[in-house]
């Protein structure tokens, strides 16, 4: 009897824990970012993305994500600002309308936390990043959170004359929030 | 009864008469630039400034207070008088109204005012863009009505001294400086 009711425990957290997340809800979801404007941090955040996802926390090495901004979506707060990042010397999203980032592994850190490695790709320059995020089960939901820092410059975001980083730092804080449904 | 401001008194006239005139200049050129590294340096410039009127406005009010300034010509008719006072009155509390609405206009548009990139000016206001937009109106009339004031500021001292031929003027400028 002990021995059925101990399956029955562990059959039961198996199948709790072998939900796959998949669903993303653009909704409850968020890409933000902050940077440095002459030692004052700013921040701003891009109004249309979408994602691809596989997670099951059982199984966090075979979980996939893809990612797509719309770079063209930018909300810096003052609209002569964002007119200014879709421009060439920032996003140039006519050419490049699209930041996409493709995981390549994802490591389990213990707990909730976990190590998404992968590749970033932002107006034709590419550059590996490793992503370090929360997972939280809240109900038939799931929500990741996360940041992460990148260099402007190696995206060449913020060409001529914006290219020194005394107003504009190079280093921009990625902060992103998914939440996806299980299947 | 004393019949000139004190040497802090003129300083603090001349210095803010200096600093606010520039102030003004700065926000009308600097808004109409197109978005460029200089015209971010220039907004976080002008918000030191104002921050720095700020305070010294707060140190004027301070002398002004515990400094009784000499007293308006007894042969100046009351109405006069009065309208000098509101005159006064209404370039104390814009420059008092000025710079708050400035920092709440920065606040309400999520930039955060930093003095010299070293003291940060906490935000009172969360980041609202409607609310931003109210703000930098307000912001503009106040300094529209403010240049109309100071015009009639220079306009009354002219008179004083040209029309009138008193000591208005003159007891504000540097050579009739008292000891103190």
Excluded at chain 1, 101 to 117: I, M, P, Q, W
Excluded at chain 1, 130 to 145: E, I, L, Y
Aim: net charge positive; charged share 20%.
């Amino acid at each position: 009897m002990k021995k059925l009711a101990l399956a029955f425990t562990l059959a039961t957290a198996f199948s709790v824990q072998a939900v796959e997340y998949t669903q993303v809800q653009a909704d409850k979801s968020s890409v933000a970012f902050v940077y440095k404007q002459m030692g004052v941090a700013v921040d701003g955040k891009f109004k249309r993305f979408s994602s691809q996802l596989n997670f099951d926390p059982a199984k966090p090495a075979a979980a996939k994500a893809t990612f797509d901004v719309e770079l063209a979506s930018v909300d810096t707060g003052a609209p002569e600002g964002d007119d200014e990042v879709a421009g060439k010397p920032w996003f140039n999203t006519k050419a490049f309308p699209t930041a996409r980032f493709v995981s390549s592994s994802v490591k389990s850190l213990g707990g909730n936390r976990y190590e998404v490695a992968g590749q970033l790709s932002i107006k034709g320059k590419s550059q590996d990043v490793v992503v370090p995020a929360t997972f939280t089960a809240q109900g038939n939901s799931g929500v990741f959170d996360g940041s992460f820092t990148i260099r402007r410059a190696d995206f060449s975001i913020g060409e001529g004359s914006w290219a020194k980083f005394d107003i504009v730092a190079n280093d921009v804080l990625i902060k992103f929030r998914i939440t996806a449904a299980s299947k | 009864m004393a019949t000139h401001y004190t040497k802090t008194a003129k300083g603090l006239h001349w210095l803010m008469a200096v600093l606010l005139i520039g102030l003004i200049a700065l926000g009308f050129y600097m808004h109409d630039l197109p978005l460029s590294p200089e015209k971010l340096k220039l907004y976080s410039w002008h918000k030191w400034a104002g921050v720095t009127a700020f305070l010294l406005v707060l140190v004027r009010l301070a002398w002004r207070i515990t400094h009784i300034p000499p007293a308006l010509p007894v042969n100046m008719p009351k109405l006069m008088q009065l309208a000098a006072h509101a005159g006064h009155l209404a370039l104390y509390g814009l420059m008092l109204a000025i710079p708050l609405s400035g920092w709440l206009m920065s606040s309400a548009k999520g930039f955060q005012t930093v003095w010299f990139g070293v003291l940060p000016i906490p935000d009172l206001l969360d980041k609202n863009k409607e609310l931003g937009d109210l703000l930098q109106t307000v912001h503009m009339s106040l300094n529209l009505l403010f240049i109309i004031t100071i015009v009639g500021h220079i306009g009354a001292a002219l008179k004083h001294h040209f029309i009138d031929k008193d000591d208005i003027l003159t007891r504000m400028l540097p050579k009739h400086a008292k000891e103190n």
